[in-house]
């Protein structure tokens, strides 16, 4: 009888394996759903294209999908044997659902930059971007894909067959992309070349790409030490018999547009309290602004080390190896330096001098939403300049504050209730739901607390001037899109980002005896207001408004040099 039972069970067993899908299957299958539905950023990005409207453009989207198809599976065959095949392919399934997001709801591209956007992301940062919306289009584009892949019985092929058919696949995906290409090669070439984006919505591979340019980076500097610069930096000649010690608070921005600030000419009163310390009153200081400055990326993980390298943007990009940067060389002259952070972190900037973040502070006035309002950085500062050494402090001192500022898509919670001045705003990061002017609003709002916040560094530094010359350079990292042309946030290439997420702002205040230390023409400042400056720029200047003497420092990029009366 039991054998009877076991010899009725091994037909079962077979019919079983008869019916389990082959693995080839399973990977060409995969690489259809990911070239078709997962790609569907990149085919409504080629629905637009103006050359993108005759049936000839039907075949070149049905080709480009098999050659997508074709490279999916190309890369499947290298990946996918016995124990990876389903991992790899859930792997796929999950990276393409995000990115799919992603780039359908904010318009963004995923290239190398993106990608250490997202390795870099927080908690914090994180929350901000999390919506029902995300959680549909991840269920739909990889849970219930992986569910029904987890659930199919796969054929257990030995070693050797697998080998076989792998191989098979490759050269079959290869024959495939051939085809797929030649037809419409000149036309592919031309796309490719003329909309670059393109090549940033193919999905996943867009992300694989990214995270592969990053992982050859560190083989690009075979040692990987820290190069070093300004070994030679010293103090200049104004540190001799100084009545006062200079203090230079460097503001960092984040994600703030030049064109929505008041003060530059945007039609809305968003800076009413830098306007009224730039009319002077009080004959205190001189506030000035640059009109026409540029970042070096779309992105702090990119703008914020070039902005502070001696490279300057076209070198940085290119740089094979990583070098020491601006707070580096100013505490190697001998300044006492402190970086106050309430963002997601320096980027590796402030490795090597005194640093606070914010998340460790317990001042629940500011950070009763669970994220910490900027002015958190102005609590307790005497205290925190009292813990660098005295030896240091007693010459000079450059505090960095890198803000939260606009930080999207939340932009609603970069401003306190009691300072949001135009409404109704914008309170879902899903930002697409929102109207225009509730987007913008919301932003504005966070412009102008940015512009509270900087009058109340400089109100401190006017407290301070009995026994300080102070100086405040407000410099933003990148800029933001609002929807216009259905883009949202930021992070494009640089090459194909809009304006807007490249044009910032540049602000300066600087105390009478500030201006008096360097013999500087305030005439000459407000006169060249207009003159174009970028990132470029920022270390150079940095370095001449405290007077230190190295020579990595060049004075033709120093914003101020030219009117520096001799």
Request: with cysteine; proline share 4%; net charge positive.
């Amino acid at each position: 009888m039991l054998l009877k039972l076991f010899d009725a069970k091994k037909p079962s067993l077979l019919n079983r394996q008869e019916r389990a899908i082959h693995p080839i299957w399973l990977m060409v299958l995969a690489s259809l759903w990911l070239a078709s539905i997962g790609n569907l950023a990149l085919w409504q990005e080629l629905a637009r294209l103006p050359e993108m409207n005759d049936w000839r453009a039907v075949w070149f989207g049905i080709a480009f999908a098999a050659l997508i198809a074709a490279l999916l599976c190309i890369l499947m065959s290298l990946l996918c044997w016995r124990w990876t095949l389903k991992p790899v392919i859930a792997l796929f399934l999950i990276s393409a659902a995000f990115g799919a997001y992603f780039m359908l709801s904010y318009r963004v591209v995923i290239d190398s930059s993106m990608m250490v956007n997202v390795l870099q992301t927080d908690l914090r940062e994180s929350l901000d971007l999390f919506s029902w919306k995300l959680v549909v289009a991840v269920l739909f584009l990889a849970v219930l894909p992986i569910a029904v892949l987890w659930k199919r019985q796969v054929k257990q092929l030995t070693v050797l067959k697998t080998l076989a058919g792998n191989a098979q696949l490759l050269l079959a995906s290869c024959i495939v992309a051939a085809v797929a290409v030649f037809p419409i090669y000149q036309d592919f070439a031309s796309s490719m070349r003329n909309h670059i984006q393109l090549r940033y919505l193919i999905n996943p591979l867009n992300s694989f790409y990214g995270l592969g340019h990053l992982a050859i980076q560190p083989l690009k500097n075979p040692t990987g030490a820290l190069q070093v610069i300004g070994s030679d930096a010293k103090l200049g000649s104004m540190y001799t018999n100084q009545p006062k010690i200079p203090l230079l608070v460097l503001v960092v921005g984040e994600t703030a547009r030049s064109g929505n600030f008041g003060i530059n000419g945007y039609d809305r009163d968003t800076t009413p309290l830098l306007k009224a310390i730039k009319k002077n009153t009080d004959q205190s200081g001189e506030l000035t602004t640059q009109t026409d400055v540029w970042s070096c990326g779309t992105s702090t993980a990119t703008s914020l080390p070039c902005m502070f390298s001696h490279l300057g943007k076209s070198a940085y990009e290119n740089k094979q190896a990583d070098y020491q940067n601006l707070i580096d060389v100013l505490d190697k002259a001998g300044l006492a330096v402190i970086w106050l952070d309430n963002q997601s972190g320096c980027k590796g900037i402030c490795d090597r001098v005194y640093r606070q973040a914010t998340n460790k502070m317990d001042m629940p006035e500011f950070c009763s939403t669970g994220e910490c309002f900027d002015e958190i950085m102005l609590h307790n500062l005497d205290v925190r300049l009292r813990e660098i050494p005295f030896d240091k402090l007693s010459r000079g001192a450059v505090v960095v504050m890198h803000q939260m500022g606009s930080h999207g898509p939340a932009y609603y919670k970069r401003s306190p209730e009691a300072l949001k001045k135009f409404k109704p705003e914008c309170t879902n990061n899903a930002l697409q739901k929102c109207t225009r002017a509730e987007l913008v609003n919301a932003y504005d709002n966070s412009i102008a607390y940015t512009d509270y916040f900087l009058s109340k560094v400089i109100g401190m530094l006017k407290s301070k001037a009995a026994t300080l010359q102070g100086g405040m350079l407000y410099v933003s990292d990148h800029g933001e899109s609002l929807g216009e042309n259905n883009l949202y946030l930021h992070g494009l290439p640089y090459a194909i980002a809009p304006d807007v997420q490249k044009h910032i702002p540049w602000i300066s205040w600087f105390a009478n005896d500030f201006i008096g230390r360097h013999n500087l023409d305030t005439d000459c400042m407000a006169s060249r207001s207009g003159k174009k400056l970028s990132h470029d720029n920022y270390f150079h200047t940095v370095l001449g408004l405290m007077d230190v003497q190295t020579a990595v420092y060049k004075p033709d990029l120093d914003a101020y040099a030219p009117c520096r009366v001799k």
